[in-house]
T-cell receptor
Framework: NAGVTQTPKFRVLKTGQSMTLLCAQD?????MYWYRQDPGMGLRLIHY???????AKGEVPDGYNVSRLKKQNFLLGLESAAPSQTSVYFCASSRMGYRELFFGEGSRLTVL | DQQVKQNSPSLSVQEGRISILNCDYTNSMFDYFLWYKKYPAEGPTFLIS?????DKNEDGRFTVFLNKSAKHLSLHIVPSQPGDSAVYFCAATTYGGATNKLIFGTGTLLAVQP
């Protein structure tokens, strides 16, 4: 049982490049989330999804897009990366009706 | 505006002593609170939680206290062990709609000295 898996684990981008982070969960959870962690800022919610085909904005959505075409996958896209998007990104999932989130191991992104 | 605040960036305690980590919140609509633990290069893992209808929840060495009037919660670890050294995040959520969004604090780095 892998839980929540994120790929890639590390990535270096140049300003203006695009990329996609993939999150996959094998727990059949309805809800999925993308957070970013920055020093002194804690974990901030970027986007979330309450089901296949649905997405919604979190606290810091600007510069990101997401898609949930399959229940088990949640993709986070950066269309034109900026140095301010250098961060560690965490995907999480949860069961409907339960408060606990299960997190992946994180993806460290550096934008030069 | 930071709705969940952890004002102590770091805390150092001796092995065997009590660790007390504090968290304050501003949104009176929060009705459920969680503590997560995070080791370097790993994702946060759930530690303990408390509903707003309670003022205490205990799980082994970990106890969370909630003071709703003060909008304050704390995590007590007794006795502290070196393996408890990690970053601890406080999180809060409201029950409403179809989502389960957690609002996190900035974290407290706990160092337990052998």
């Amino acid at each position: 049982n892998a839980g929540v898996t994120q790929t890639p684990k590390f990535r270096v981008l140049k300003t203006g490049q695009s990329m996609t982070l993939l999150c996959a969960q094998d727990m059949n959870h309805e809800y999925m989330y993308w957070y970013r962690q920055d020093p002194g800022m804690g974990l901030r919610l970027i986007h979330y999804s309450v089901g296949e085909g649905t997405t919604a904005k979190g606290e810091v959505p600007d510069g990101y897009n997401v898609s949930r075409l399959k229940k088990q996958n949640f993709l986070l896209g950066l269309e034109s990366a900026a140095p301010s998007q250098t961060s560690v990104y965490f995907c999480a999932s949860s069961r409907m009706g339960y408060r606990e989130l299960f997190f992946g191991e994180g993806s460290r992104l550096t934008v030069l | 505006d930071q709705q969940v605040k952890q004002n102590s960036p770091s805390l150092s305690v001796q092995e065997g002593r009590i660790s007390i980590l504090n968290c304050d919140y501003t949104n009176s609509m929060f009705d459920y609170f969680l503590w997560y633990k995070k080791y370097p290069a790993e994702g946060p893992t759930f530690l303990i939680s408390i509903s707003s209808i309670k003022d205490k929840n205990e799980d082994g060495r970990f106890t969370v206290f909630l003071n709703k009037s003060a909008k304050h919660l704390s995590l007590h670890i007794v006795p502290s062990q070196p393996g408890d050294s990690a970053v601890y995040f406080c999180a809060a959520t409201t029950y409403g709609g179809a989502t389960n969004k957690l609002i996190f604090g900035t974290g407290t780095l706990l160092a337990v000295q052998p």
